[in-house]
């Protein structure tokens, strides 16, 4: 059993930064794609961004231009590098791991607040 661990949450004011790390307890080259996802209280959960095994990613669109995903492959780590934050980037944050018999592994959330 594989598992991801988020960390870095916390609060912050609207316009600073925040980094998200996402840690694998296997190899990060066990996924072929890892990601970012985020749920606010009342809504479905979101994709926010993904990065696969070649270092190609892709953003949503509400999140283009502020944030950033990025791994290291020796850490077995993939981050959210999250600026400019906006009080409507409040949520959970999940990080997803999909292997590439596309088993799907979820973390367990980081909090994220961000106040106007």
């Known amino acids: 059993q594989v598992l991801l661990v988020e960390s870095g949450g916390g609060s912050v004011q609207a316009g600073g930064s925040l980094r998200l790390s996402c840690v694998a307890s296997a190899s990060i080259f066990s996924f072929s794609t890892m990601a970012w996802y985020r749920q606010a209280p009342g809504k479905n959960r979101e994709f926010v961004a993904v990065?696969?095994?070649?270092?190609?990613?892709m953003y949503g669109d509400s999140v283009k231009g502020r944030f950033t995903i990025s791994r290291d492959n020796a850490e077995n780590t993939v981050y959210l590098q999250m600026d400019s934050l906006k009080s409507a980037d409040t949520a959970v944050y999940y990080c997803q791991g999909v292997t590439a018999v596309t088993r799907v592994y979820w973390g367990q959330g980081t909090q994220v607040t961000v106040s106007s």
């Open positions: 990065i696969n095994s070649g270092g190609d990613t």
